[in-house]
């Protein structure tokens, strides 16, 4: 990921308190704060950056009316926070007594294991992994707590060609909740990787004196790789900041002969690769001993096939891994007609008869994406 100016400057101003600091001066100059907490917030940092500046002492040279919006801001997130994990507990309490096994993921478990408050890491979701037969029984958990399904294509497409869904309480915190039966959404690499071997790799964390699972550090770390590029598109400095404390705390615990031979067998390597490469570049954390940090064409998908100019190519992978001529027909067809609620959802549809023109519009997308899902897919033989 490139950064900018004001992107060096806010990643500076937040490691002088917290680890991993960046090695590197930084920017010259006055510091615009308006500009600095604007770029924070929309990096979803600001949280952290208005923590780093109040330890240091630094926010009296913020200008007041500045300041006060900051200050609001950061009150508004940290009570957001709170009632998430307040309803996390909930969740966990829940799921303990229907004994569904669960694992916490990104947010909702490096809050805890990797922030020295939970309302440094923001979170706009709870992402939670169960076992597949047991999402009928969580489904029924969740909108027993308000929740409804938000922005599926249809009744069981999800469950059969996704790796998760999503529900939403309708009220003013619009919480969300995202139960995952794979962690990567993509039925390519959802059919390469055994998610078993994950449920296997877990360490233990507690969550308002409730106990839970999270990701193991290795684990956490082919997860959060594969997603920042996968999800993300190699954007995102919340996200890459994750990363880089995942392993800048947890290298030791990190095997890297392992972590190569395992990123290689699940496609990921060269996801793993370039995210390391680019925690080192920022902020100077080596990548775990042993491990292969050089470009490998054995190592499943290139990052840059994520960029823009290729954002097609996710609809050839995820096309592609679907197995069968008739299950690819049925996802094909099913993704360019989706349920009318979806409509409702997506687009505001607020007369039904208007469908056959969302549709249309859908087909015409698709239409015009052809081009650059050809171009896109030449350089996905590389790995897949």
Same mark, same amino acid.
């Given at each position: 990921?490139?950064?900018?100016?004001?992107?060096?400057?806010?990643?500076?101003?937040?490691?002088?308190?917290?680890?991993?600091?960046?090695?590197?001066?930084?920017?010259?100059?006055?510091?615009?704060?308006?500009?600095?907490?604007?770029?924070?917030?929309?990096?979803?940092?600001?949280?952290?950056?208005?923590?780093?500046?109040?330890?240091?002492?630094?926010?009296?040279?913020?200008?007041?009316?500045?300041?006060?919006?900051?200050?609001?801001?950061?009150?508004?997130?940290?009570?957001?926070?709170?009632?998430?994990?307040?309803?996390?507990?909930?969740?966990?309490?829940?799921?303990?007594?229907?004994?569904?096994?669960?694992?916490?993921?990104?947010?909702?478990?490096?809050?805890? !294991?990797?922030?020295?408050?939970? !309302?440094?890491?923001?979170?706009?979701?709870?992402?939670?992994?169960?076992?597949?037969?047991?999402?009928?029984?969580?489904?029924?958990?969740?909108?027993?707590?308000?929740?409804?399904?938000?922005?599926?294509?249809?009744?069981?497409?999800?469950?059969?060609?996704?790796?998760?869904?999503?529900?939403?309480?309708?009220?003013?915190?619009?919480?969300?909740?995202?139960?995952?039966?794979?962690?990567?959404?993509?039925?390519?690499?959802?059919?390469?990787?055994?998610?078993?071997?994950?449920?296997?790799?877990?360490?233990?964390?507690?969550?308002?004196?409730?106990?839970?699972?999270?990701?193991?550090?290795?684990?956490?770390?082919?997860?959060?790789?594969?997603?920042?590029?996968?999800?993300?598109?190699?954007?995102?400095?919340?996200?890459?900041?994750?990363?880089?404390?995942?392993?800048?705390?947890?290298?030791?615990?990190?095997?890297?002969?392992?972590?190569?031979?395992t990123a290689r067998t699940f496609g990921l390597l060269s996801a793993v690769q370039a995210v390391l490469r680019e925690v080192t570049a920022i902020w100077?954390?080596?990548?775990?001993?042993?491990?292969?940090?050089?470009?490998?064409?054995?190592?499943?998908?290139?990052?840059?096939?994520?960029?823009?100019?290729s954002r097609y190519l996710h609809h050839v992978r995820d096309l592609m891994g679907v197995e069968g001529f008739k299950p690819r027909v049925s996802y094909?067809?099913?993704?360019?007609?989706?349920?009318?609620?979806?409509?409702?959802?997506?687009?505001?549809?607020?007369?039904?008869?208007?469908?056959?023109?969302?549709?249309?519009?859908?087909?015409?997308?698709?239409?015009?994406?052809?081009?650059?899902?050809?171009?896109?897919?030449?350089?996905?033989?590389?790995?897949?």
């Amino acid at each position: 990921m490139k950064l900018d100016l004001a992107d060096r400057r806010v990643l500076s101003l937040i490691s002088r308190t917290f680890p991993p600091g960046m090695k590197d001066d930084p920017p010259p100059g006055a510091v615009d704060w308006a500009a600095v907490i604007a770029r924070a917030e929309r990096h979803t940092l600001a949280p952290l950056l208005f923590d780093a500046l109040k330890e240091s002492g630094r926010l009296d040279e913020i200008p007041a009316p500045v300041l006060l919006d900051f200050r609001r801001a950061y009150l508004r997130s940290a009570n957001l926070n709170e009632e998430n994990f307040r309803e996390l507990a909930a969740l966990l309490d829940a799921l303990g007594e229907a004994r569904i096994p669960v694992i916490l993921l990104k947010g909702s478990a490096l809050a805890v !294991a990797l922030y020295d408050r939970i !309302a440094q890491r923001p979170m706009c979701d709870l992402d939670l992994l169960i076992p597949k037969d047991a999402l009928a029984a969580f489904e029924k958990i969740l909108t027993g707590r308000g929740f409804a399904g938000q922005g599926n294509l249809g009744k069981g497409f999800e469950q059969e060609f996704m790796s998760e869904v999503c529900y939403v309480r309708p009220d003013a915190s619009r919480l969300t909740v995202e139960p995952h039966w794979h962690l990567f959404n993509a039925p390519s690499y959802a059919n390469k990787i055994p998610i078993a071997w994950f449920w296997e790799h877990t360490a233990p964390i507690e969550i308002i004196g409730r106990r839970a699972q999270m990701l193991s550090p290795m684990a956490a770390l082919l997860h959060l790789a594969g997603h920042y590029y996968l999800h993300h598109q190699g954007v995102g400095l919340l996200a890459l900041y994750d990363i880089a404390r995942v392993q800048a705390r947890w290298s030791d615990r990190i095997d890297g002969d392992e972590l190569t031979e395992t990123a290689r067998t699940f496609g990921l390597l060269s996801a793993v690769q370039a995210v390391l490469r680019e925690v080192t570049a920022i902020w100077q954390v080596p990548p775990p001993a042993h491990f292969s940090i050089g470009a490998d064409q054995a190592g499943g998908f290139h990052p840059a096939e994520t960029a823009a100019p290729s954002r097609y190519l996710h609809h050839v992978r995820d096309l592609m891994g679907v197995e069968g001529f008739k299950p690819r027909v049925s996802y094909l067809w099913r993704l360019l007609f989706p349920s009318r609620e979806y409509l409702r959802q997506r687009y505001g549809m607020r007369d039904e008869r208007m469908a056959v023109f969302y549709y249309g519009y859908r087909m015409l997308r698709c239409v015009a994406a052809i081009p650059g899902m050809l171009l896109a897919s030449l350089p996905s033989q590389r790995g897949l």
